[in-house]
């Protein structure tokens, strides 16, 4: 339907009987339930919003916005934002190397909500000199920083070490990957982290 002239199809079943129509409307009606702008917009602005994101019409030349909220425990979308992240950071012709550095920092810090928190959110900012990006999460907080930075060093549930994550190298590593790296955190409020990478600058 992106690269075609095509504005609705048909849903049909294993009869190939037809069930219902999916249009262009529903489809951004879906992706504007996960995909939101900072600030509270107009539907509008919303829908201006998911034509950015969709890869086929994404520039760089036009800043681009977006909220993605992060569940605790969500281990079947762990790495979700990540993914897509680097399919927009590539289409728009950043570096490989700069697009898979942002890729492991956003890797690591949606982890880190997923595995360590009560849930939260991310607020990505591109343009074209730099990606900013803020993870803020609703608790129970980091008690030592310091400490939270050491290689190895974890308070991942036995659940999360189960299934291959909560090594310890989370912040270690989005420190590594950045060009801007700051954290925040009180008990149990909840944690804030920023990072910012530049597309002109290597490590």
């Not at 900072?38 to 950015?52: C, G, H």
């Not at 399919?87 to 190397?97: P, Q, T, V």
């Not at 591109?126 to 900013?132: A, F, L, Q, S």
Request: hydrophobic residues 40%.
């Amino acid at each position: 339907m992106a690269t075609k002239p095509i504005g609705r199809l048909p849903v049909i079943d294993y009869n190939r009987k037809t069930i219902g129509i999916i249009t262009n409307g529903i489809i951004l009606k879906n992706l504007l339930l996960r995909v939101e702008k900072f600030s509270e917009a107009t539907e509008k602005e919303a829908i201006k919003l998911a034509s950015q994101l969709n890869l086929d019409e994404i520039r760089i030349d036009q800043p681009i916005k977006f909220r993605w909220d992060i569940k605790p425990n969500d281990f079947e979308n762990a790495g979700k934002l990540s993914s897509e992240l680097k399919k927009i950071l590539l289409k728009l012709n950043i570096d490989r190397i700069i697009a898979r550095r942002i890729s492991i920092a956003t890797y690591e810090a949606e982890i880190n909500v997923l595995i360590h928190s009560k849930g939260g959110y991310a607020l990505i900012d591109i343009n074209m000199e730099r990606i900013h990006a803020e993870f803020i999460d609703y608790g129970p907080g980091i008690e030592d920083i310091e400490k939270a930075m050491q290689e190895g060093y974890s308070t991942a549930s036995q659940l999360a070490r189960d299934l291959g994550f909560g090594a310890g190298m989370g912040l270690p590593n989005i420190k590594k990957s950045v060009d801007i790296f700051n954290i925040q955190s009180s008990c149990p409020e909840g944690t804030k982290l920023l990072f910012e990478v530049y597309f002109n600058k290597k490590l």
